[in-house]
């Protein structure tokens, strides 16, 4: 049996039924992010987009201690100084702009440390399930580390900017009830209860019509983004086609026939 220093680290991908898991998995380093997972996510992400019985997308960490404990400090001085410090910040926006424009519902599940980089992660998917021991902190200030902008808004469209300040300023850890009271967190269960609470909840949005449940990231998105100007022509047409589709034939059906529906996604 490998130890856990043998295991290379590694972004894993495991499909069960109708749910796509992503394992961030660098146990003996928290689960911190490598270059190389950075890079694997947007391969990840399209894998279970393109994969049809794919309805959820769940990211989670490898191990009980962390979700992640950010980007693996230990390739910094070789993979994030002077001209190299760009290179790696576009692999991991990208990372993070493949979370934010899947199309399919993704879940963060949230055990133990989330810091920096896996807090980023975190705000980059659509809801955020978390256990009573997790942590949750943005070290930047503390490692010298300037704060890339464009990960910003997903934090401003979880917290207010006085909280988005307090955690870039201060880099401190605010424990699980403290992140769920200020909107960094959508539902905390005790440790136990994580992994079913999170399956629970994915198998709730995938039994759901995929093309509704799509529509509704969509606008939802759309309109947080540009609430002045939403693209009210793209957002109108995925609603309709809600409409013309199968599934709502089957929803009605279903309900008339005192049945489950069974959705196909089209
Ligand atoms: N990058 C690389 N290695 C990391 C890491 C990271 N982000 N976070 C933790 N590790 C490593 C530690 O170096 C340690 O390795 P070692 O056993 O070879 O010494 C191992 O993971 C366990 O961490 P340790 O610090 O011993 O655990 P702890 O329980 O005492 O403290 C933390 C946990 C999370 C508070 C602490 O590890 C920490 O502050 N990590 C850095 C968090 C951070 O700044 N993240 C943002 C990066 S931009």
Redesign the pocket.
Known sequence: MPTDSTIEPALRYEKNGALAWIIVDNA???N??TAAMWQALPRHIAMAVADPDVRVVILRGAGD??FS????????ESARTGDAAATYDALNDAAFSALISCPKPVIAMIHG?C????LGLALCCDMRIADDAS?F????A??G?GYNPRWIRPILAAVPPSRAKELLYT?R?FRSAEAEAMGLVSRLVPTADLEDATRALAGEIAANAPLSVAAAKRVIDEIARHPETPDMAALDAAVAACFASDDYAEGRRAFLDKRKPLFKGR
Do not use: T
């Open positions: 003996s380093r928290l911190a992010l201690k962390a404990a950010g980007a693996d400090i230990s390739e910094f440390f810091l920096g980089g896996g942590q902190a943005i070290p930047a503390k490692l580390i880099g850890r």
